[in-house]
C-alpha cells in the first residue's frame, strides 16, 4: 500500500504569498499562590480558576520546538512592553498556547473562537504547541540612552510526563488517599499483570502506567483493559474549564476536565490500512515482554517509568501534537515499532514499513530558505549484535552463547574488509523466550530487523530543511518527502519573528525540519539517482560544468545496483 500523502503547497497560482502572525493565549491562574490560600478557597475549583489573555500585537518572537527525542515540547516567546506587564499577569504552571499562520483570515477567526471560548484546534487553525509556563523574565536593556523593556517567557509542554512516582510501602496506612493509592500499587500489579512465566507485554505495561499515573481516558471507562483496575486519584491533572473548550472538549457543569481529555495515546505496531488516512488502521502487539517490580518506580518521572518498560530495542516513543481521526490536533503519547523496515526485509515479524508511514510532501515550486541534506559516515555500520534477557537461565554466560549460537548478529564481511569493523551491539531488558521458557523464540528475528535498520544507514540521506512557514499539522514520527526523497521527521521548529528595527516593522515565518532515514521514492539509497540531478525533480539546482569527464571518471554504478537489486527480489 502506497503512504497516506499531503501536498504542502504554495497558496497562491504563481508564488507563495504570506502575511506571517502569531497569537500567544495564556489562561493564568486566579490562585498562583494555593499553600496559603484561605481554607473557604482550597477546593479544585478554586485551583483551577483561571483568567484569559490572548496575546496578538506585542510578539516579538516566538518559537516552538518539538523533537523525537526530547519528553517536552518547548516554546520561547518574546513579548514588547504594551500596556501589559506580563511579569505581573503571569506565573510558572499557567497555560498557554501558540499558532502560528500565514494568512490574516486564519487569524481573526482563531483569534475570535479562542475570546469566544470555542474550539480552535481544528486542522488550519495553525496550532504549535499547547502547555505551561516554565519562566517568565523581565528584561530591561538601555543602549545609547534608549530603554527597552521586553518579557521573555519560557513555555513547556508535556510536563505532565515529568510528574515523579514515589513509592513506600510504609504508607499503607496514610490517610491521604492518593498516599494509599501508590502503597497498594505491589498489590495492584500482581493481580493484574503477572503472567505464567513472570514477564509481560510491553503494551500491557505501557497501557497500564498511562491508566494508572494520568486516569482513564474518556473512551477507555466503559471498555476497561483490565478488570478491577484503579482509576487514579491523582487531581494534579484536573485542567481549567477554558483550556477545555479551546481543545474541543466540553464536560457537564458538575463534571472536571482532566488531562486525560485532552491525552490520546496510540500504543502498538502502526499498520495504515485505510488510504488517504493519517491515522493508523490498525495496531498490532509491539514486540517485548518483560519482569519488572514496583521496587523500581521510587523517584523516577513517569516519562522514565515507561522509557524503561518500552523495550527500546526495537520501539521508539514521543510527544507531539497531531491530527486525531476526525482532522483536529491534540497532544498524542506515542510508543510504536520504529518505522524503518525497507523493501529488502524478508522477515516474517509484523513490520510498518518506512514508505506506508503517513507523508507530507514539499510542492518542488515552494520556496525554501536553506537545506543541508547528505550521507555521513559515521554511522556506518558492518557488525551487529544483539542480546535479549532470559529469565530462566541463571547463567549469564550460557544465555548470551545460546543466542549467539541462535543466530543474534549480522556482518558485512566486504564492507569491514574495506572500511574497517564498525560494530554496533544493543542489549534489551526483555525477553526473548517462548511463554514456557523452554527455548529461544524472538533473537533471531530482532536481529533480522535491526539489520534491516541499520547496516546500510550510511547511504542513508539526513539533514535540515527550511522552508517558509508551514501552517498545516505537520509533525514529529510523519514523514517528508522532498526532491524525489523519503525522510522521517525527528524535529520541528516553527519560527516567528518580528524586525522592528526600520521604520516599518517585517514580519517573518519560517519551518525548520530535521530529518533522517532519508531514502529514494522507490526504497532505494541516494546515490542510485545517479548524477542527473534533474531526476530530483526540482528546477533549483545550477548547472554542473564538465559533466562529459565528470560521469567518464566516475561511472554511475547505483542504476546498475538497482537492477540487481530487482532481480535478486
Not at 502569531?22 to 490562585?31: E, N, P
Not at 506565573?91 to 498557554?96: K, L, Q, V
Request: glycine letters at 6%; a neutral charge.
Amino acid at each position: 500500500m502506497s503512504a497516506p500523502t499531503k501536498l504542502i503547497k504554495q497558496n497562491q497560482a504563481d508564488s507563495q504569498q504570506v502575511t506571517p502572525w502569531a497569537s500567544v493565549g495564556f489562561f493564568s491562574f486566579t490562585y498562583p499562590d494555593t499553600f496559603t490560600l484561605k481554607k473557604s478557597l482550597q477546593t479544585v475549583n478554586s485551583a483551577i480558576s483561571t483568567f484569559r489573555t490572548l496575546v496578538v500585537s506585542d510578539p516579538i518572537s516566538v518559537i516552538t520546538s518539538n523533537s523525537k527525542g526530547a519528553v517536552e515540547n518547548t516554546a520561547e516567546v518574546v513579548l514588547s512592553s504594551g500596556d501589559i506587564n506580563y511579569a505581573y499577569r503571569l506565573s510558572p504552571g499557567d497555560w498557554a498556547f501558540i499558532w502560528m499562520h500565514d494568512d490574516v483570515t486564519h487569524f481573526d477567526r482563531v483569534n475570535n473562537a479562542v475570546l469566544a471560548g470555542t474550539a480552535a484546534n481544528d486542522a488550519k487553525s495553525g496550532l504549535k504547541f499547547i502547555g505551561r509556563v516554565f519562566s517568565v523574565r523581565e528584561i530591561n536593556v538601555i543602549q545609547g540612552g534608549i530603554k527597552t523593556l521586553r518579557y521573555s517567557i519560557s513555555l513547556r509542554g508535556f510536563t505532565e510526563f515529568e510528574s515523579q512516582i514515589y513509592y513506600n510501602p510504609m504508607l499503607s496506612a496514610a490517610d491521604d488517599e492518593p498516599l494509599k493509592f501508590l502503597a497498594k500499587l505491589s498489590d495492584e500489579w500482581n493481580n493484574i499483570l503477572g503472567t505464567a512465566n513472570g514477564a509481560t507485554p510491553v503494551d500491557k505495561l505501557l497501557t497500564f502506567f498511562i491508566d494508572l499515573f494520568f486516569g482513564k481516558g474518556p473512551k477507555q471507562t466503559a471498555n476497561k483493559p483490565f478488570p478491577g483496575l484503579l482509576r487514579s486519584p491523582n487531581v494534579a491533572f484536573i485542567i481549567p474549564k477554558e483550556v477545555a473548550h479551546i481543545m474541543g472538549v466540553r464536560k457537564s457543569e458538575k463534571q472536571n476536565a482532566s488531562y486525560t481529555d485532552l491525552l490520546k495515546v496510540l500504543i502498538g505496531v502502526q499498520k495504515y490500512t485505510t488510504p488517504n488516512s493519517f491515522f493508523p488502521g490498525r495496531l498490532d502487539t509491539l514486540i517485548g515482554a518483560m519482569i519488572s517490580v514496583p521496587n523500581n518506580f521510587n523517584n523516577v518521572t513517569v516519562w522514565s517509568l515507561l522509557q524503561a518498560h518500552l523495550n527500546q530495542t526495537l520501539n521508539e516513543m514521543y510527544v507531539t501534537l497531531r491530527q486525531d481521526e476526525n482532522g483536529n490536533i491534540f497532544p498524542y503519547y506515542v510508543a510504536r515499532q520504529q518505522p524503518f523496515t525497507s523493501k529488502r526485509y524478508k522477515g516474517t515479524v509484523g513490520t510498518t514499513p518506512f514508505l506506508t508511514v503517513p507523508r507530507w510532501k514539499i510542492d518542488p515550486t515552494r520556496q525554501f530558505a536553506a537545506y543541508n541534506l547528505g550521507t555521513t559516515n559515521a554511522v556506518r555500520c558492518n557488525f551487529l549484535q544483539v542480546y535479549g534477557q532470559m529469565y530462566n537461565r541463571p547463567d549469564p554466560q550460557a544465555a548470551m552463547r545460546e543466542q549467539i549460537v541462535s543466530g543474534n548478529y549480522a556482518v558485512d564481511t566486504l564492507d569491514a574488509y574495506r572500511s574497517g569493523s564498525r560494530n554496533f551491539i544493543l542489549t534489551s531488558n526483555h525477553d526473548v523466550q517462548l511463554s514456557d521458557g523452554t527455548a529461544l523464540s524472538s533473537i533471531s528475528d530482532w536481529k533480522d530487523l535491526l539489520a534491516d535498520w541499520y547496516m546500510n544507514l550510511h547511504l542513508k540521506a539526513n539533514g535540515t530543511i527550511t522552508v517558509t512557514g508551514i501552517t498545516e499539522p505537520i509533525c514529529v514520527g510523519d514523514n517528508l518527502e522532498y526532491e524525489g526523497m523519503v525522510y522521517q521527521i525527528e524535529g520541528i521548529q516553527h519560527q516567528y519573528s518580528v524586525d522592528d528595527s526600520g521604520p516599518r516593522p517585517v514580519k517573518s515565518f519560517i519551518t525548520t525540519l530535521s530529518l533522517s532515514h532519508g531514502v529514494t521514492t522507490t526504497g532505494d539509497y541516494l546515490y542510485t539517482l545517479g548524477d542527473d540531478r534533474q531526476k530530483f525533480g526540482s528546477s533549483y539546482w545550477p548547472a554542473v560544468s564538465d559533466e562529459e569527464l565528470y560521469v567518464n571518471n566516475r561511472p554511475i554504478v547505483g542504476v546498475e545496483n538497482a537492477k540487481q537489486d530487482k532481480q535478486d527480489e
